[in-house]
């Protein structure tokens, strides 16, 4: 049986490239890229910024989560050529110098990151539920959270951490409870 | 082609389902983001809004629960963030043999909405048979909402209910180069509505079962009725015997029953999104009963 | 207890941040698809269409004089075949004459671009002649014909098992009651977040380097050489971090071997990384299995004789395949005492993706087809389902009927916690219908007993190296997948050497600057590459000591090791400072650098198959799910899972923690809606590969997880630890669906518990049937002769006795494992 290869399928993207200024964690820089490249992609391959990730390229996983005028989007499924004069913030900029970010700091005490793939985009939709509800309740973090997958955590460990961090936040000295750290006695 | 939050398009542009050589975008258009009520009482949304704005507008929350609700429930707050009111209302139908890769749908030689010949979910019908999918569209057809459309000759306005069609392909009746400016919502006067989904887990799932039901009240009676089933046909399905049977009732357990019953048998969902066809049509009674309930238990309360 | 907050033990056992942590909250962390290099191609494979055709001819003209291609391959490149097992060679890094599935790859591209690469492989024809696919287990039984592969052990049957040890038919005739019932496990996959991506690159000097997201750099390595035909010490694997593996990355894959290829073709680094969907036809996952078990009990619930049937639906290749049915089999004995055990089992290739390892290899499947049933004896003698299983217990220090050698093992003390947690004696079989309880327990290896090849050499190895610096740097092939595995190196080395974690570097996962550690999986890299960094921390502490004792004139055994410091432990006051103790060693000895390395003791076992189930520890869980059933939906909801893990010694609390809530989660999946499925009658294309279709519980699914941490110090574990990383996953599908019966009355002897199963099975009850869902028949399977082996307590020494020559003679000549 011949297999057929519709030409329709067959296209080479020749696009000229565009020359856009994006701002990428307080930072405006000039990007040449062609104009059909996702700000994933330009996050990535053109600025560098790896710590953005994929798991599916098709906005169904949560994983490529960066903010945008600090609202929580799916970086595949943006057009960077759409970006200009806009904020993107990445896990990059997250950090203040050598300095973690509450967040952060929480998740690497409580192992909220165990493979770290999806860990980028799940402190990112957190930093956005912090910003706009400083004292989030569980259900308040579970859907702030349910447009990112995590395979390894059972997300338990990101809500303690979320909770924590948002504790801090508040100025309040919290230590994770025992049962967190090492399970009920 | 024109696109608003990318969140429908581009991934089917990835899958090459949709080749466009050139995409428009709209966001950028200010009066797609404006909210106005105008002097009736109806509420004007601008189709760019997000669904994450349209939820959480003061305005919708109040007057229109039920388009909040729904709103809310699609997808995952990031996809909400970026989909907009319009984007979903005019969301392509939806099919387990069509939402696949090209390599995929090469691997079963093509369907009839790109590509091929045939429909995969019913091989002997001359039609498609994709899913409408959109989560605001019933309710939107159960409240009487109105459409904005913009074209090159001008606007005019379309009742929700006629925007969309029975068939997987042109399951709009859009014109090709018209645009959903806006929606008008019709004044809350005596009516009460709500949405309910049915999908496998709380977030990220398209419903394989919506049901949209507005009802209208006079004292304890039940004047008007809407019932609009979504994600089994390719279209927004109203079933008129339910909204019949419960007319007139104070809508009790009886008339509850008799429209659920009423919505069971016409509702013919086809094997072609998650979960089998006979759980969800079995599910079209539970779920208008439980819609209806609600709306009496809100009613009383 | 040994995992309550008071020891005298100082890192181990405290909750730690992981080594790695902060790379992985700033995103610095490399994944394999995070690596540029200069000048750097991209590929892309060209996969079948079609489940199972004969490839007639391939023409790649139009793909190579597309501007930007810089090299084509198809399988007349690469024609050595390779496979996990040295007994399943079957595949090839590119189809040479048979697809044996839809995403079997025919053919790949190098390219300048990932576009461009993908754009030329579909200008590639591809002309096949179709032959007829086998869909099922059924199927494959029923159609010898057209054979998949001809190596198998019968007609589409891959292998075929015949196990008795005891004597099952006596057990069961002088037993108080007999059950035969038969379970179906769906298949799975593992979804990890990455995907998989692999880049190489090869210099001038015939020297070659793959950077992938690989659990088993060795593995890879071994199969690079052989199917590039190049020496090994030329081959440089360095495994990356792993976005999640779950065992979907333990394999050597395709793409892994095209990218080398290309690299040496055409001396510019290329990386390939897979699609979504690609991932899906890598799979590797859980196996559908269909069950038949028998079993017989005394009238007190004691389990006499046990009959367990498996047929696995194997997909197109072997990968690990034999080890998963042998798997299916090993560990019903590791739980419970049973004294005369029987088990049949036999794998099918089918035109599908191949089915491999996923958390729990093999052992899930059968665990839920044994706990539910035991759920049904406890009801049918009237005797709680908690205490019937602590009247079963399998005993500490004894071997079993199949001959492994169990160690410590504390499942009752998981039992009791869960059963206090939970309240279950004040509310199981008394909750108000729709809400109901149900009980699971499991257990699981610490790493297999025996390599994947056949050798006599250590599983694990670790070189340390002390600097003047008083750093310490632990160099060791384990491939951290996300469990944390760097950690428990540094872990282990600081608590010897009294010094900070963080003044430890870990190199690891790398065959040029590592020594072998096999890999992750079977959960044995914390007890395996942990003993190997114990022994060679105990050794440069013997070093240090030794020049220590000497500076401050004492007896090397009073010669201590903490906070950074190196004393006389009767006189604490009297020491040095680490670095300057590693000083003192250097001058007296030279450079301080020392080696560990770990063998696993040898099993008792001695007949074909006992290489599958020995292990140095086994881990034990027990689960209570509660459950929430709406009568209207068969929705199944579960709030909360109480969960008790023997974990032996915890290295680090708060990252067993992480494992257990991670299983429990996984566990909920697979219970609950995870399911790899197929159109069989179209064309046998997966259902749907995506992460929208593919259902991976979100936030809203997970439940509240109660973890208990249970145990003491196992002999064989480092500090006595055991595995934690797959064994909690096993007992939450069977009790969630005992929870489910508790509920509704409602028994779904199938995963996942879909809302279509359990309403089907409440308007069966309605009608007056049973309520049960589930398979209805276990096939006919020629199981060929039986291999009957007497258990330790009949005087076997471990071996089968001997067969009669059979008639036709049939044998099939294996290694074990």
Redesign the interface.
């Known amino acids: 049986m011949e297999q057929r290869s519709p030409d329709a399928s067959v296209s080479v993207a020749e696009d000229a490239k565009v020359r856009i200024r994006l701002t990428v964690n307080g930072e405006t820089t000039d990007v040449l890229f062609a104009p059909h490249k996702t700000l994933l992609e330009v996050l990535r391959e053109e600025l560098e910024l790896t710590g953005t990730k994929h798991g599916c390229e098709l906005g169904e996983c949560g994983t490529c989560c960066v903010l945008v005028d600090g609202i929580p989007v799916l970086s595949c499924l943006v057009l960077s050529a759409a970006c200009e004069g806009q904020h993107i913030a990445t896990i990059e900029g997250m950090a203040n110098g050598t300095t973690l970010h509450p967040l952060q700091e929480a998740f690497a005490e409580l192992g909220a990151a165990q493979c770290g793939y999806c860990t980028p985009g799940f402190l990112l939709a957190a930093q956005a539920l912090l910003r706009d509800y400083p004292e989030p309740n569980r259900d308040d973090i579970k859907e702030a959270l349910a447009g990112n997958l995590c395979r390894c955590t059972g997300y338990t460990k990101i809500y303690e951490a979320v909770e924590l961090a948002a504790a801090r936040m508040r100025g309040i000295p919290a230590e994770p409870a025992d049962e967190i750290l090492y399970g009920q006695q | 082609m024109y696109v608003a939050g990318g969140t429908d398009l581009y991934p089917n542009m990835k899958r090459l389902h949709q080749t466009p050589k050139t995409v428009v975008s709209l966001l950028r258009v200010p009066e797609m983001h404006e909210v106005t009520t105008d002097e009736t009482g109806a509420i004007r949304l601008g189709s760019g809004l997000t669904l994450t704005e349209v939820s959480e507008h003061k305005d919708v929350v109040t007057g229109h629960l039920a388009v909040a609700q729904a709103a809310r429930l699609v997808s995952t707050p990031l996809l909400r963030n970026m989909g907009t009111i319009g984007g979903n209302l005019c969301l392509d139908t939806r099919c387990n043999y069509y939402n696949q890769s090209y390599e995929w749908r090469k691997s079963i030689d093509f369907c009839m909405k790109k590509d091929g010949a045939i429909c995969w979910v019913a091989p002997s019908s001359p039609r498609c048979w994709a899913v409408q999918s959109s989560d605001v569209a019933p309710v939107m057809v159960a409240i009487g909402a109105e459409y904005v459309l913009v074209g090159p000759n001008g606007g005019r306005t379309v009742p929700a209910e006629s925007f969309y069609h029975d068939d997987g392909i042109e399951y709009l009746t859009r014109e090709r180069d018209e645009i959903l400016t806006a929606v008008k919502l019709p004044k809350p006067n005596g009516w009460d509505a709500t949405y309910l989904k049915l999908r496998r887990r709380g977030s990220f799932d398209f419903p394989v079962l919506g049901v949209a039901a507005k009802i209208t009240w006079e004292g304890n009676k039940v004047t008007a009725a809407r019932i609009v089933l979504g994600g089994v046909a390719s279209y927004t399905q109203r079933v008129p015997e339910a909204e019949t049977a419960v007319v007139g009732s104070t809508l009790n357990d009886e008339s509850i029953s008799r429209a659920a019953n009423a919505a069971f048998k016409p509702s013919k969902p086809m094997d072609n999104t998650d979960f089998g066809l006979a759980w969800r049509k079995e599910m079209t009674r539970v779920y208008v009963s439980r819609a209806l309930l609600e709306l009496r238990e809100r009613r009383r309360s | 207890m040994a995992?309550?907050?008071e020891s005298n033990l100082r890192v181990i056992g405290k909750?730690q941040?992981?080594i790695?942590?902060?790379?992985?909250?700033?995103?610095?962390?490399?994944?394999a698809?995070?690596l540029?290099r200069p000048r750097m191609l991209w590929a892309r494979l060209l996969?079948s269409?079609?489940p199972h055709a004969r490839i007639l001819r391939i023409d790649t003209a139009r793909a190579e004089s597309?501007?930007?291609v810089h090299a084509v391959l198809t399988g007349k490149d690469l024609p050595e075949p390779f496979g996990i097992l040295p007994v399943s060679q079957d595949e090839h890094a590119l189809v040479p004459e048979t697809v044996r599935f839809?995403g079997d790859p025919v053919a790949a591209v190098a390219a300048a671009s990932e576009?461009?690469a993908n754009?030329a492989t579909?200008?590639i024809?591809?002309?096949?002649?179709?032959l007829k696919p086998i869909t099922s287990i059924e199927d494959a039984i029923a159609n010898p014909e057209p054979r998949i592969h001809e190596y198998s052990d019968d007609g589409n049957l891959h292998k075929v098992i015949n196990l008795e040890f005891g004597d099952v038919a006596r057990a069961l005739d002088a037993a108080h009651a007999v059950r035969t019932e038969r379970y179906f496990f769906e298949g799975n996959t593992?979804?990890?977040?990455?995907?998989h991506a692999a880049l190489a690159e090869a210099s001038a000097d015939g020297k070659l380097t793959l950077w992938s997201a690989t659990q088993t750099p060795h593995y890879v390595h071994r199969a690079l050489a052989k199917v590039l035909a190049m020496p090994a010490s030329r081959i440089r694997v360095i495994a990356c971090?792993?976005?999640?593996?779950?065992g979907g990355k333990s394999d050597p894959f395709s793409h892994e071997i095209v990218v080398a290829k290309f690299a040496l073709i055409t001396g510019r680094p290329i990386k390939i990384t897979l699609?979504?969907?690609e991932v899906f036809q890598c799979h590797r996952g859980r196996h559908p299995v269909l069950m038949e078990v028998t079993t017989g009990v005394t009238k007190d619930g004691r389990i006499k004789g046990l009959y367990f049937k498996t047929a696995l639906d194997g997909g197109g290749y072997g990968s690990y395949g034999v080890a998963s049915t042998y798997y299916t089999g090993a560990l019903q004995t590791t739980t419970y005492a049973i004294d005369n055990y029987k088990f049949q089992g036999a794998r099918a290739f089918t035109n599908k993706a191949p089915c491999g390892p996923k958390r729990g290899h093999g052992t899930p499947q059968p665990r839920f087809g044994l706990e539910v049933q035991l759920d049904r004896i406890a009801e049918d003698l009237s005797i709680d389902p908690a205490e019937l299983r602590l009247n079963n217990l399998a005993p500490p220090n004894t071997v079993t009927a199949n001959y492994l050698s169990i160690g410590s093992m504390h499942l009752g003390d998981c039992i009791r916690?869960v059963v206090e947690?939970s309240e279950w004696k004040q509310r199981y079989g008394k909750l108000p219908t729709g809400r109901g309880l149900g009980l699971a327990c499991s257990s699981y290896i610490s790493g297999a007993g025996l390599p994947i090849y056949w050798n006599n050499m250590p599983h694990s190895g670790v070189q340390l190296k002390c600097d003047r610096s008083g750093g310490v740097t632990v160099f060791c092939g384990s491939t951290d997948?996300?469990?944390?595995s760097d950690s428990i190196l540094a872990y282990i080395v600081a608590e010897v050497l009294g010094i900070d974690p963080i003044d430890i570097r870990v190199v690891t996962a790398d065959t040029d600057l590592t020594p072998v550690d096999l890999g992750s999986y079977s959960s044995r890299v914390t007890l395996m590459s942990g003993n190997a960094a114990l022994q060679a921390a105990e050794n440069a502490r013997s070093v240090i000591s030794k020049a220590v004792a000497g500076e401050l004139e004492i007896a090397t055994a009073r010669v201590s090791f903490a906070e950074g410091r190196v004393f006389d432990a009767q006189d604490p006051n009297n020491g040095v400072a680490f670095a300057k103790a590693v000083q003192l060693a250097e001058a007296s000895f030279g450079t301080v650098g020392t080696v560990g390395s770990y063998t696993p003791p040898k099993s008792p076992g001695r007949y074909r198959g006992a290489g599958v189930g020995p292990s140095p520890a086994y881990s034990y869980s027990a689960a209570v799910v509660e459950v929430e059933v709406d009568p209207?939906?068969?929705i199944v909801r579960v709030p909360t899972v109480w969960i008790g893990h023997d974990i032996g010694q915890s290295i680090n609390?708060?990252?067993?923690?992480?494992q257990?809530?991670?299983?429990?989660?996984?566990g909920l999946g697979e219970a609950l809606?995870e399911e790899m499925t197929y159109r069989g009658n179209?064309?046998v294309?997966?259902?749907?590969?995506?992460?929208?279709?593919y259902?991976?519980?979100?936030?809203?699914?997970?439940c509240?997880?109660?973890?208990?941490?249970v145990g003491s110090p196992d002999p064989n574990g480092p500090f006595g630890a055991k595995e934690v990383g797959q064994g909690p996953l096993l007992p939450i599908m069977p009790a969630v669906a005992n929870a489910v019966y508790d509920a509704v009355g409602v028994r779904v002897d199938e995963v996942p518990i879909?809302?279509?199963k359990v309403?089907k099975g409440l308007k069966d009850k309605q009608r007056g049937g049973s309520g049960r869902v589930g398979p209805k028949s276990f096939p006919e399977i020629n199981w060929g002769e039986l291999t009957q082996v007497p258990p330790p307590w009949d005087g076997g020494d471990g071996k089968a006795l001997p067969q009669e020559v059979s008639a036709s003679g049939t044998t099939h000549p294996e290694r074990q494992h």
């Open positions: 995992n309550s907050r909750p941040r992981k790695d942590a902060t790379a992985k909250v700033t995103g610095a962390t490399k994944f698809d995070d540029y996969r269409p079609h597309l501007a930007g839809i576009e461009i754009t579909r200008l024809d591809v002309e096949y002649e179709l593992h979804l990890p977040m990455e995907q971090p792993n976005g999640g593996g779950f699609t979504r969907e916690k947690g997948i996300g469990q944390g209207d939906t068969g609390p708060t990252t067993v923690m992480g257990v809530e991670g299983s429990v989660y996984m809606m179209r064309n294309v997966h259902k749907i590969p995506s992460m929208l279709e259902k991976s519980p979100t936030t809203l699914e997970m509240d997880v109660v973890t208990y941490l879909t809302p279509e309403l």
